[in-house]
């Protein structure tokens, strides 16, 4: 009986000795990598996520006007190799919505690219002032000059005391300014 108890006591010392060993060498490989020393820096980067070459990429830039401006990139485009994190140091927002496919977009806070050709004019209170965009959305001053708003046509300065006056182009402001300057009398210097 002694001999049985022995055999028997015996084997469930293997049994957990093995099932300890089996646990320990097997099933610890998947582990977390915490108790891995001194990964080499080129394996950690590697493992990062990245804009691959092989990746199709949506870039998108949302306006503060409402306006997006959408462009598929293949093969990475403009952002190949760069890193996620490096992405959102330069205001990206990065979603993976497929396995090869990402979606990487932005807010932008500056003139619509439909409104960038747009010109208002304003009484700047010295003068006429020309600003890019409209009056929604207006962009940098490009030109002030001294003008009397007495001397403008009534639609035009019902216009400037309205708001502003909105042209549609340059070119409309060329056309406009030719004729304001046919009708306003420049005092000449003598």
């Not at 952002?79 to 396995?99: I, M, P, S, Y």
């Not at 619509?112 to 001053?141: F, M, N, W």
Request: aromatic share 8%; glycine share 8%.
């Amino acid at each position: 009986m002694r001999k049985l108890w022995f055999s028997l006591s015996l084997a469930v010392v293997f049994v957990f000795a093995a099932s300890a060993s089996y646990i320990y060498f097997v099933l610890a490989e998947g582990a977390p990598e915490v108790d891995k020393p001194y990964k080499a820096a080129t394996e950690i980067a590697a493992r990062s996520p990245q804009v691959a070459a092989d990746m199709r990429v949506t870039r998108r830039e949302i306006y503060t006007c409402g306006y997006t401006a959408e462009e598929a990139l293949d093969n990475g485009g403009e952002f190949r190799g760069l890193t996620f994190d490096q992405l959102a140091k330069e205001g990206w927002q990065v979603a993976q919505t497929g396995e090869k496919e990402l979606e990487i977009v932005r807010q932008v806070d500056g003139i619509c690219p439909i409104e960038q050709e747009k010109r208002l004019l304003v009484d700047s209170g010295r003068g006429l002032a020309v600003y890019r965009g409209t009056a929604e959305h207006r962009g940098d001053l490009l030109l002030e000059m001294p003008v009397d708003m007495s001397e403008l046509p009534p639609t035009l300065a019902e216009a400037l005391a309205g708001g502003g006056y909105q042209l549609e182009s340059q070119a409309e402001l060329d056309e406009l300014l030719e004729s304001l300057d046919e009708l306003i009398a420049v005092p000449e210097t003598e």
